[in-house]
Each structure stands twice: as C-alpha cells, then as structure tokens.
C-alpha cells in the first residue's frame, strides 16, 4: 500500500507566499508522475501543477508564473512553491501520486487526504 501525505496548506494574504510539500511512502514499487490538484468550494477538482520523474512540468494557465513544481526523486517527494497568491487560489490542494503496482505493472493513482490554502484580501 502506498499512502500520500500533504503538508504546508495555511492562511496568507494576498501576494503572499505559501510552500506545499507531499511525501509518498509505503510499499513502493515505483513512483510516477506526481501532481498538486485544487478544489475550491462549489467547483471541481482541478489539476494545478505536475511533473514527471523526468522533470518535465505541466501548469495551468492561471498560476504559470507564480508556481513552480519541483520533486525529490530518491524521496517520493513533491513540492509546490506558491507566490505572488491571489484569493482564487483559495481551496483544499491534493496531492496525487501514480504508482506503479508491482503484481500487474499497472500506474495507479494515489491521492492525498488535502490541505487547505486560504488566500485572504
């Protein structure tokens, strides 16, 4: 079983700064891609952030610029720098984690229980 675990969610004002972190851990088989994604009330899930074990980065268009993903691969870790926040960038941030089961070779995706930014005005 592999578990994931979001660190680092908070409150800051607008313009701030906030570091999130996500740690995989478990039996591991091997690690894929790795992702932040963001839920704010009454909207859905979106991805914010990802990047493969290669480094390569995806962002959404809303937070180019202000975010940067980064990872630790000998870790199983992920990070997610925040600047420049704006009150839209409010919501609970998940991590999600593919891992590759060992038995059937198949990427599963292994999400994070959320941690909630708050970005006040």
């Known amino acids: 079983q592999v578990q994931v675990v979001e660190s680092g969610g908070g409150l800051v004002q607008a313009g701030g700064s906030l570091r999130l972190s996500c740690a995989a851990s478990g039996v591991i088989f091997s690690i894929g891609a790795m992702g932040w994604y963001r839920q704010a009330p009454g909207n859905q899930r979106e991805l914010v952030a990802a990047i493969g074990t290669g480094g390569g980065t995806n962002y959404a268009d809303s937070v180019k610029g202000r975010f940067t993903i980064s990872r630790d691969n000998p870790q199983n870790t992920v990070y997610l720098q925040m600047n420049s926040l704006k009150p839209e960038d409010t919501g609970v941030y998940y991590c999600?984690?593919?891992?590759?089961?060992?038995?059937?070779?198949?990427?599963?995706?292994?999400w994070g229980q959320g941690t909630l930014v708050t970005v006040s005005s």
């Open positions: 999600k984690a593919d891992s590759l089961e060992r038995e059937t070779y198949r990427w599963l995706g292994v």
